[in-house]
T-cell receptor, first 114, second 112 residues
Framework: EPEVTQTPSHQVTQMGQEVILRCVPI?????FYWYRQILGQKVEFLVS????????KSEIFDDQFSVERPDGSNFTLKIRSTKLEDSAMYFC????????????FGDGTRLSIL | GENVEQHPSTLSVQEGDSAVIKCTYS??????FPWYKQELGKRPQLIID?????GEKKDQRIAVTLNKTAKHFSLHITETQPEDSAVYFC???????????FGKGTTLSVSS
């Protein structure tokens, strides 16, 4: 069964540094998402992406965050200047379409900001 | 915006018993309600979902019911097994939106 893959599995970064998290969505999926989960808390929506542009974003997704589809397979989340509170598990997800379609999650990248 | 409340936060059952987890949502425009199972340190895994035009859906030991009038939906697991132990999250999506809004999760423990 096809899966969403994410790299790296764990990223440790100094506060103030830029970090890029990478995802390869399922190949025939058209909608891509980033979510985050702070340890022990619920999953929170960050952003959705379709047709090379942002479809929707949450209040968490401020100017420090950006997303990009640099090629036909990768989908990236960039945090420009990391803060301690950015420490979380970041999940990428994808779905075939946007409306009422299942979103399939990757294994996540654990981001630790020191 | 949409808000999803989930209860209980923890649930302990004996193997073979049934487990029920309940969620309420605030936005009547929500039309899609998935349930995810998350084992420790792993990805949220979709286990069942229901759309707003359906009142109930079943998949083997798992069922979900939806009451649009009351704006609540529930996950039912019958004949629980130790491998059902995990954190379960409900979520809702608003019509014409893409974001899944998650509940806070229920930690289910099934003891043998």
């Amino acid at each position: 069964e096809p899966e969403v893959t994410q790299t790296p599995s764990h990223q440790v970064t100094q506060m103030g540094q830029e970090v890029i998290l990478r995802c390869v969505p399922i190949s025939n999926h058209l909608y891509f998402y980033w979510y985050r989960q702070i340890l022990g808390q619920k999953v929170e929506f960050l952003v959705s992406f379709y047709n090379n542009e942002i479809s929707e974003k949450s209040e968490i997704f401020d100017d420090q965050f950006s997303v990009e589809r640099p090629d036909g397979s990768n989908f990236t989340l960039k945090i420009r200047s990391t803060k301690l509170e950015d420490s979380a598990m970041y999940f990428c997800a994808s779905s075939v379409l946007g409306d009422r379609q299942p979103q399939h999650f990757g294994d996540g990248t654990r981001l630790s900001i020191l | 915006g949409e808000n999803v409340e989930q209860h209980p936060s923890t649930l302990s059952v004996q193997e073979g018993d049934s487990a029920v987890i309940k969620c309420t949502y605030s936005d009547s425009a929500s039309n899609y309600f998935p349930w995810y199972k998350q084992e420790l340190g792993k990805r949220p895994q979709l286990i069942i979902d229901i759309r707003s035009n359906v009142g109930e859906k079943k998949d083997q030991r798992i069922a979900v019911t939806l009451n649009k009038t009351a704006k609540h939906f529930s996950l039912h697991i019958t004949e629980t097994q130790p491998e059902d132990s995990a954190v379960y999250f409900c979520a809702a999506r608003v019509q014409a939106g893409t974001a899944l809004i998650f509940g806070k999760g229920t930690t289910l423990s099934v003891s043998s």
